[in-house]
């Protein structure tokens, strides 16, 4: 069974930083990979990072140049690097792994952290 953990979300000015981390068990690394999503309040669900399974990695634009996503596989952990931190990353962070359903990748889903950026 997949089992995703996030950690590390919290409170923090503008133009700070934090690291979110999350655990990844009971996962076989595929072409799908693992991502990195987020929600604001009254917002639908947003990509924010996509690592694909040979490692290469998608950023969306609004986060290009400031967020970092690393997997490390042998600790089966997958991290986001948060710099220069804007009000508008106020969201409720969650990080998936894919799995290769029938006709296309499934996500499982960690519970998700809370990041705050006041301003």
């Known amino acids: 069974q997949v089992r995703l953990e996030e950690s590390g979300g919290g409170s923090v000015q503008t133009g700070g930083s934090l690291k979110l981390s999350c655990r990844i068990s009971?996962?076989?690394?595929?072409?799908?990979?693992v991502s990195w999503f987020r929600q604001g309040a009254g917002q639908e669900r947003d990509l924010v990072a996509h690592?694909?399974?040979?490692?290469?990695?998608y950023y969306v634009d609004f986060v290009k140049g400031r967020f970092t996503a690393s997997l490390d596989k042998a600790k089966n952990n997958l991290t986001l690097q948060m710099n220069s931190l804007k009000p508008e990353d106020t969201a409720f962070y969650s990080c998936a792994a894919g799995s290769q359903g029938r006709d296309s990748c499934v996500n499982t889903w960690g519970p998700g952290t809370q990041v705050t950026v006041s301003s």
């Open positions: 690592i694909i399974g040979d490692g290469e990695t």
């Open positions: 009971g996962f076989r690394y595929n072409f799908c990979g």
